[in-house]
């Protein structure tokens, strides 16, 4: 980690079970191998100026006692890169990256690989591209690249020949690097049109405008208006709980006659569901809420919300078979560049039939 602007950890795929304690350490390989506690350290660090005489005469000496550095360690000391690199934004409190990460650490272990999460510190493209940097430098295999397709080509563009290769990961198709993605376009599409398969015509989206997957979204959702011959309502906010509640109190306050509501994401969902209580209004008897994403939070609210599902482990699944094939681990040839992956329609009890006492609410 370097402070101010990355963190990096390794996750494994497992269940958590109590700590092994191991009474050998770095003093006592030193020792075992005729060795300074500098050398050691400079062989589990995969340091090129230890002779290949002297690493084996440490590591048969750590064999030895039992001891067990960080995995991580082992594989650089032996000069493997069984690691793959998952770089991540900011916005790691959205269930969907720790779904993301979870799914990519099972599918990498299958094949005998780890996971490195790199973390940017600010949300900024030049952020986010010193972090995959280091990331890239810490002798990852390969890297999965989850961000927006403008940082994508910023990390990517004038890399060295001879820097790991890439996958995208749920950004818009319109990158130069493998990808697998959800056709975000269908998935506002769909739930537009079940939203006007209801009866409603005064659908206002929240959250929306600037970044890729919202514009994906949002074309989906004017295409299906367009087609019904309705006007669009789209409001920008911030895209969390704190962000719904707060949009969703200010559209209400705005005098639009609206009876369902689609915001970018889960979480905005939610919040807005908790905005409408507090200005008087039930979901979905008096107005309609669904949100993207699918997150297991949505499931045991009070309505249940109706969402659009991305397959987060189907997504996590193929990025990594896409990078293991041109890592070399991963031997399906029929494995296509671009993938695009179907969203689902989740029905809960969150949306209705609009009521049927009024055209709306006018606040």
Not at 56 to 78: K, N, S
Request: aromatic content about 4%.
């Amino acid at each position: 980690m370097t402070g101010e602007e990355s963190a990096h950890l390794t996750l494994e795929s497992g269940n958590m079970s109590a700590c092994h304690i191991n009474m050998a350490n770095i003093y006592d390989v030193a020792r075992d191998a005729g060795v300074s506690i500098a050398t050691v350290s400079r062989v589990f660090h995969g340091k090129e100026s230890v002779g290949a005489d002297l690493r084996e005469r440490v590591l048969a000496a750590a064999d030895q006692l039992g001891y067990r550095p960080h995995r991580l360690a082992r594989a650089l000391a032996r000069g493997r890169r069984n690691i793959l690199g998952l770089m991540l934004p900011t916005e790691i409190s959205h269930p969907f990256y720790g779904l993301l990460a979870e799914g990519v650490a099972r599918a990498a272990k299958e094949y005998g690989y780890e996971v490195m999460v790199g973390l940017a510190a600010r949300p900024s493209t030049e952020s986010y591209v010193e972090a995959a940097t280091e990331l890239q430098d810490s002798r990852v295999s390969g890297m999965l690249l989850c961000a927006g397709a403008a940082t994508v080509r910023a990390f990517t563009e004038g890399r060295r020949a001879d820097a790991p290769p890439v996958v995208a990961v749920g950004c818009v198709p319109e990158v130069d690097v493998p990808i697998v993605t959800v056709d975000e376009e269908k998935a506002g599409y769909e739930l537009t049109r079940y939203l006007l398969g209801l009866g409603h015509e005064s659908i206002a989206m929240l959250g929306w405008g600037g970044e890729p997957r919202a514009l994906g979204r949002e074309h989906g959702y004017v295409r299906a208006m367009d087609e019904a011959g309705l006007p669009t309502m789209m409001y920008e906010g911030e895209r969390t709980m704190a962000g719904g509640v707060k949009t969703a109190r200010e559209l209400m306050g705005r005098g639009r006659a609206v009876t369902a509501l689609m915001t970018f994401n889960d979480p905005m969902a939610l919040g807005a569901m908790r905005g409408l209580h507090e200005v008087g209004l039930r979901v979905p008897e008096d107005m309609s809420v669904a949100g993207f994403d699918g997150i297991p939070q949505g499931a045991c609210s009070i309505p249940a919300l109706t969402t659009v599902e991305l397959p987060v482990d189907e997504m996590a699944r193929k990025a990594v078979d896409m990078l293991g094939r041109h890592v070399g681990f991963c031997e399906d040839d029929d494995c296509e560049d671009k993938i695009l992956i179907n969203p689902r329609l989740v029905v809960r009890d969150s949306c209705r039939p609009p009521s049927t006492t009024g055209d709306g609410f006018e606040r």
